[in-house]
């Protein structure tokens, strides 16, 4: 079974939106996230911001990467949800950190928090309905 087939087939909640609209919202999630998170790290590289404020948005971008091969490549719900609940945890910890320094970052990121919010949920839902 390939893991589109294999996703499809899963029992999700009635409120999960179509597997189309995911691509679209990450393309602008990934584009706002490139552009806050780099100056996040260009203001730690040049000593404007304290590389311990650029942590959590290096562990984000750790566990972001890391969720489709946890869903898809190892087919595993319980560590795709694990992993997103670090998502949104480190993500929190980022805008916290940055909001100090550069509110404008935080700001921009709350589309994402909201989304990360709503996909932890969604990840639960599918964890706990397709549980074996």
Known sequence: MDTSSWYQHLVKP???PP????????????LVIALTFGAAFLRA?????PWIVALPFALNLIFNAAFTPLQFGLRSNLLALVDIALVLITLGWALIAVYPHAAWIALANVPYLLWVSFATVLQASITILNRV
């Open 14 to 16: 009635s409120w999960a």
């Open 45 to 49: 590289a040049s000593g404007r911001l």
């Open 19 to 30: 597997a189309s609209v995911f691509g679209p919202v990450w393309s602008v999630l990934y």
